[in-house]
């Protein structure tokens, strides 16, 4: 996926590997992305990898944490 400046204004998006910065990725994505780009991430990493972010992630704000926790357990 091609990632939009607005998603990733920290950085330049051509600079993120999707595996060495898979957390950092998934935490943006889940926390700002629009429905195609959260669709992205669901279909690139694991649930596994996607759980322990929204378990361990201090960038999540508690109402997404909470939304990913319920949508996991489906």
Request: hydrophobic content about 35%; proline content about 3%; cysteine-free.
């Amino acid at each position: 996926m091609k990632y939009r400046q607005s998603l990733f204004w920290d950085t330049k998006p051509e600079n993120i590997d999707k595996e060495k910065h898979k957390r950092y990725i998934i935490a943006r994505v889940l926390e700002f992305g629009r429905d195609d780009e959260v669709r992205d991430v669901v279909k690139q990493y694991s649930k596994k990898d996607i759980s322990e972010v929204v378990s361990n992630s201090k960038v999540l704000t508690p109402i997404t944490k909470n939304l990913w926790m319920h949508l996991l357990k489906k």
